[in-house]
C-alpha cells in the first residue's frame, strides 16, 4: 500500500483517511500483538463471503477471550460502511480488533475498551507478470508452531512467524515461503493455503497439519467438486510439491497464485505458466466471486 492510495479506516465509531487514524501505544494489539484480523475483499461491489469471514472473526475472538465491541450485525455495518466510504468496486478490507488499552505487562485483565478498527484499500500483492509466470516458493527454515503453542487457526495479530518466513524468502530471491510443521509437512505459505494438483486431483493440507481454514480455500474447494476434479485434504510433503503437475497458493489477499518453482525446482512438466488445472480454477473463481458477495448498498 503506497501512501498515496486513498484508504478509509473506521476507528472510534468514525471514518477517516489513513493519516487521521489513531491508537493508542498502550493498545496490547501493538504491544503484544494481542488481538485478531481478517483479511476480505470487495469484488464487484460486494463483500466476499462476508458471513464467512465474520465466523472465523469471532470464533478468533471467542478462543482468546476478546469480547468484540459489537455483535455481528454491527461488525458486518462497519465492514459495509467502510466498504461504502472507499468507494470502489474492487477493494481489500482489513478488518482488526486489538485487546485494547492497558498497563504495561501482557496481563489483558488490565484491557478494558477493546477496539474495533477496519481499513479499506486496494492491494496487489504481486505483479501480474508473477501471476502469469507463477512465484517462486521456497522453503522457510523456521517451522509453523503446532496447535499446541498458539494454534495457527487463529489469526491473531502476531504474525511474525510468517513475516520472518516471508521476511527470508525475499532474502533468498524468492517470493514467497513455503512453511512446513513440527513434523516437518507442508502446513501453508506465510499467508496463503497450498494447494497441489497431479493426475487431475487436487491436495491441499489439511487444518490440522497447521493450516488456516482459508476461505479461499474453502471456496476453491467447492470450486473443484463443481467442476468435477476430485480434492483431498491430506497430509503433504515437500515431496507432494515437487511431484505436482501444478502448484498454487490460495488467500483473500494473493487470491490464486500459480507457483512456478519450490527451492529452484521447476513445478510439473512445463516450469513455468499458469497450468490448465489452475487456470480453469482461477476462471471458475472469478465467476464464483461475484455470486458470494454481500453487496455494499444493502
Ligand atoms: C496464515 C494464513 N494462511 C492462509 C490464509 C488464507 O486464508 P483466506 O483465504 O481466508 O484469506 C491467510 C489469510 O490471511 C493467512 O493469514
Avoid at 254 to 271: F, M
Wanted: proline share 5%; aromatic share 6%.
Amino acid at each position: 500500500m503506497r501512501d498515496t492510495e486513498p484508504t478509509k479506516v473506521w476507528i472510534d465509531g468514525a471514518i477517516v483517511d489513513a493519516d487521521a487514524a489513531r491508537i493508542s501505544v498502550l493498545d496490547h494489539g501493538l504491544l503484544y500483538g494481542d488481538g485478531i484480523f481478517e483479511g476480505m475483499r470487495v469484488y464487484s461491489g460486494q463483500v466476499f463471503r462476508l458471513p464467512d469471514h465474520l465466523r472465523r472473526f469471532e470464533t478468533g475472538a471467542r478462543a482468546i477471550g476478546l469480547e468484540l465491541p459489537g455483535d455481528t450485525d454491527f461488525v458486518a455495518q462497519v465492514v459495509l460502511e467502510t466498504a461504502c466510504a472507499f468507494g470502489q468496486s474492487e477493494a481489500y478490507i482489513r478488518l482488526i480488533a486489538t485487546r485494547g488499552r492497558g498497563a504495561l505487562g501482557v496481563d489483558p485483565t488490565t484491557c478494558h475498551d477493546p477496539q474495533l478498527i477496519c481499513i479499506v484499500t486496494s492491494i496487489a500483492l504481486y505483479p501480474e507478470e508473477k501471476l502469469s509466470r507463477g512465484i517462486d516458493l521456497v522453503t522457510a527454515s523456521l517451522r509453523r508452531p503446532s496447535a499446541d503453542a498458539v494454534d495457527p487457526a487463529i489469526k491473531s495479530l502476531n504474525y511474525l512467524n510468517s513475516v520472518l518466513a516471508k521476511r527470508e524468502a525475499r532474502l533468498r530471491g524468492a517470493d514467497e515461503a513455503l512453511i512446513l510443521n513440527r513434523a516437518g509437512m507442508v502446513a501453508e505459505a506465510s499467508v496463503a493455503n497450498v494447494f497441489a494438483v497431479r493426475d487431475g486431483t487436487l491436495a491441499t493440507p489439511q487444518v490440522s497439519d497447521g493450516a488456516l481454514p482459508g476461505i479461499t480455500r474453502a471456496s476453491v474447494i467447492e470450486i473443484a467438486g463443481d467442476l468435477g476434479l476430485p480434492v483431498s485434504e491430506r497430509t503433504l510433503g515437500r515431496f507432494d510439491l515437487l511431484a505436482a503437475d501444478e502448484v498454487f497458493l490460495t488467500g483473500s489477499g494473493a487470491r490464486i497464485v500459480p507457483v512456478a518453482t519450490l527451492d529452484g525446482q521447476p513445478i510439473g512438466p512445463s516450469g513455468a505458466g499458469c497450468g490448465p488445472i489452475t487456470a480453469r480454477i482461477m476462471d471458475a473463481f472469478t465467476h464464483f466471486t461475484e455470486h458470494r458477495g454481500t453487496p455494499l448498498s444493502a
